[in-house]
């Protein structure tokens, strides 16, 4: 006989707090999203939207191709997020996507809660789990997140 045993033991996680000496000059009110640049293997990786709408992780073809990959190199890779010491190393399963698209990389739901994300839409920040459990902070890049926007209209009008 099996029982379902259930506990409310909650997982345990670094202290983030969100104040306004963080992050960058914002321009406000603002409605952006937040974008970042991220390093990938050994590349960084500007126009990372972070969309807490989506239930994949998707990056463009072309993307890859600018980090030296092709569609025969598509396998799973261990590589870290961030710069080593700064960063999370987690395996991330990627869909691949060969259209015309403003971002290179979308880190939806999935991959947020894995590296422990809590966000500051409000900030365009984001601070999140380190390997080492210190937090680590990533702000998100108004300007970039402004021009992707301007470019999906592009994209949708053409």
């Known amino acids: 006989m099996k029982a379902n045993i259930t506990t409310n033991k909650t997982p345990t996680t670094s202290k983030m707090i969100f104040n306004e000496k963080l992050g960058n000059v914002i321009q406000y009110p603002h409605d952006d999203p937040i974008v970042l640049t991220l390093k990938v293997g050994q590349m960084n990786v500007r126009r990372v939207l972070v969309d807490t709408s989506s239930t994949a992780e998707l990056v463009t073809m072309d993307c ?13 890779l261990d590589r870290p997020l961030g710069n080593k010491g700064n960063g999370r190393s987690i395996m991330v399963r990627f869909t691949v996507i060969d259209i015309k698209f403003p971002y290179n990389v979308i880190m939806g739901i999935p991959l947020i809660k894995k590296v422990k994300t809590v966000i500051s839409t ?33 994209i949708e009008m053409s």
Not at 64 to 76: A, F, G, I, S
Not at 122 to 143: A, F, N, T
């Open 64 to 76: 890859l191709r600018k980090l030296k990959y092709e569609t025969h190199h598509l396998e799973p």
């Open 122 to 154: 409000h900030q365009l920040l984001l601070q999140y789990e380190k390997d080492d459990g210190s937090v680590g902070i990533l702000q998100g890049d108004q300007k970039v997140a402004r021009e992707c926007q301007i470019n999906t209209l592009k």
